[in-house]
């Protein structure tokens, strides 16, 4: 695997590394020893899989809180998502910044977001799947959002949203003093 920072402190992009024979190709798509010697969490206590079945479908942007803050490792397996990650640590430098990357099941990027950010995706392709990695199992009570439309984030959307869940659509605009600071651009 291929370890790439990003410019959001511990958001890293996760490359394959492809080994091509007659028979096709294998590639490692997760180690623990490597994860944890690049400093990312290789802890996975769940797996998820989802699907969306339009393109421009939103979901996010969601984070959860301790005590069951979780790490994620997002790979686009079947289209193609715009995955956002945005960084709500109010300790970190890039604290109110957010990074976008293109996943998809063709670039095999995955992409490693540390417990504190928000995550979010829109489809950009009819039949999507994103399978998730998660540090932590699911707790309902810890789970958070901010809006996708946020202004005090700025996030820039590739489509325009054809299809987005009542409670993302509708989470409470975000309280910046009650995080610690002002959020950057």
């Known amino acids: 695997m291929i370890f790439t920072e990003t410019p959001l402190p511990g958001v890293v992009l996760v490359e394959l590394e492809r080994r091509a024979d007659a028979r096709g190709s294998f590639a490692r798509a997760f180690c623990a020893r490597e994860f944890a010697e690049h400093g990312l969490n290789p802890t996975v ?4 899989l989802s699907a969306t079945a339009r393109r421009g479908t939103l979901r996010g942007m969601h984070y959860s809180i301790p ?3 979780e790490a994620k490792l ?3 397996v079947r289209g193609a998502i715009y995955d956002v990650t945005l960084d709500l ?3 970190s430098p890039s604290f109110g910044t957010w990074y976008a990357v293109e996943l998809s099941a063709r670039n095999g990027l995955a992409l ?5 950010c928000a995550h979010g995706q829109q489809a950009l392709v009819d039949d999507v799947e994103v399978f998730y990695q998660m540090s932590e199992f699911f707790v309902p009570d810890v789970q958070r959002g901010v809006r996708y439309d946020d202004p005090a984030f700025g996030i820039v959307w590739p489509l325009p949203v054809t299809e987005i869940s009542d409670r993302d659509r509708t989470w409470p605009l975000f309280n910046v003093s009650a995080a610690g600071g002002p959020p950057g651009g």
Do not use: K, T, W
């Open 112 to 116: 490693f977001i540390p417990e504190g």
């Open 74 to 76: 997002v790979r686009c």
């Open 45 to 48: 206590a769940q797996c998820n």
């Open 89 to 91: 640590r109010p300790e």
């Open 67 to 69: 005590p069951a803050a």
